[in-house]
């Protein structure tokens, strides 16, 4: 079945420091969303991209979904603490069935 | 407000007692689905439902039940409960089954399982 890889599974970076989470599809991705779970919570929408390409922004968050649309990455600019937690990719499969998630990434911010 | 709904949050059980997570939504979304959250395997799908009357296994079915007798409710029954079955579990909602339907997920229920 189709399989969605997350990288890396845990970063540990210093406050201020960026960070960049990779999601990696076999198969071509209908879309792909992400989400944001913070400890101790539930994981929380954050955006969904469908075209080849596509960047979005918000603050200091850039979303990136890939040229051949297998790929996907989420950086963080200048990392805060509020940023701590897990952060998911989903993608769907070319014609638009399930999404599937990632396992995640991990990551704590040292201030 | 809307929200998805769990309960309990917190159990501890024994091994083969059947217990009972329930979901509820208020957003009359069509499609609910179990997730269960386990380290180093991200959210990995248990059950899904596309509408009333309409459930399917997801990836990791093998110890669960789910029924969907009313749109709001996807209760999730482990019949004879394993300690395989520690784990967090999540209640989701989308307005439909399709992939492009953004996913909003109850708070989680923490099971252990002794």
């Known amino acids: 079945g189709q399989q969605v890889m997350q990288i890396p599974q845990y970063q540990h970076v210093q406050e201020g420091e960026d960070f960049t989470t990779y999601c990696n599809s076999s198969t071509t991705l209908s879309n792909i969303q992400w989400y944001k779970q913070r400890p101790g919570g539930h994981p929380v929408f954050l955006i969904q991209?469908?075209?080849?390409?596509e960047v979005k922004k918000q603050k200091r968050l850039t979303f990136q979904f890939g040229e051949a649309k297998k790929n996907s990455s989420l950086h963080i600019t200048a990392t805060q603490t509020t940023d701590v937690g897990t952060y998911f990719c989903?993608?769907?499969?070319?014609?638009?069935?399930?999404?599937?998630f990632g396992a995640g990434t991990i990551l704590r911010v040292k201030s | 407000e809307a929200q998805v709904t769990q309960n309990p949050r917190y159990l501890i059980t024994v091994t083969g007692k059947k217990l009972t997570v329930t979901c509820s939504q208020n957003m009359n979304h069509e499609y609910m689905s179990w997730y269960r959250q386990d380290p180093g395997l991200g959210l990995r799908q248990i059950y899904y439902s596309m509408n009333v009357e309409v459930t399917d296994k997801g990836d990791v079915p093998e110890g669960y039940k789910v029924s969907r007798k009313e749109k709001r409710n996807f209760p999730l029954i482990l019949e004879s409960p394993s300690p395989n079955q520690t784990s967090l579990y999540f209640c989701a909602s989308s307005l439909t089954g399709s992939s492009w339907n953004t996913i909003y997920f109850g708070e989680g229920s923490w099971l252990t399982v002794v």
């Open positions: 991209l469908v075209k080849s390409g």
């Open positions: 989903a993608g769907a499969g070319e014609y638009g069935n399930k999404l599937v």
